[in-house]
């Protein structure tokens, strides 16, 4: 994991954190948990729409979670769905009670890089204290819901989307600080892969935090460290 370090709340716990938006938020989600895990806390992963099941950590009981959880390592819970994904289990809130930490994927983007919410997105739970809007590859790729996307921003599709562009997106109440509110709010830019995706990232984390006073973060999984 390169690039989380510097996140201000990883030496905490009992925060219920979210992740929406687009571009590595499973990847981020489970680099996350692997984290705290590693600090000794409680664990617990879920979703407030659906996510991939993994092949390994799913908890269907309460049994299964303690034993992940005694064995040093996170539970994913859920309730199994079409396509092997998994959804909001009826007992999440019991079961957050038990954990230190809550990480939660709240928004889908079908793997697109970056997206625009519809109107039904995100869905945060009144607990969540914290959001991480994700986005990776921001250069000249496609948005999920990209015509929600042009409208945001006032531009064409063919339109390059340009730090700028993408910070802007991000900061909106309509796009990435969609129905934030008062939870602690962070950026975190995913795939910063090459020299030119970390340059582009490094100008829109100043842009974010100059025009809009937005903490944002670069960071870069390897390979074996992706979901």
Known sequence: MTGLEALPFLGETGHVISLVGGGGKTTLLYALARWYSAQGQRVLVSTTTHIQRPDANYAPDEAARDALWQAGTYAVAGVPAEGGKLT????????????????LEADGAKRYPCKAPAAHEPVLLRSSDIVLA???????????????????????????????????LLVSEAGGRKCVGTRKFYAVLNQADDAARRAAGEQTLA????????TGYLTHFEEGERA
Do not use: S
């Open 88 to 103: 909001m289990p009826p007992y999440l809130d019991d079961w957050m009670t038990e954990a230190d930490t809550v990480l």
């Open 134 to 168: 994700a986005v990776g590859k921001p250069l000249q790729d496609v948005c999920f819901r990209l015509e929600a996307a042009c409208t945001l921003l006032a531009v064409p599709p063919e339109t390059p989307l340009t730090p700028a562009l993408l910070a802007k």
């Open 207 to 214: 842009i974010l935090k100059e025009t809009y006073d937005v």
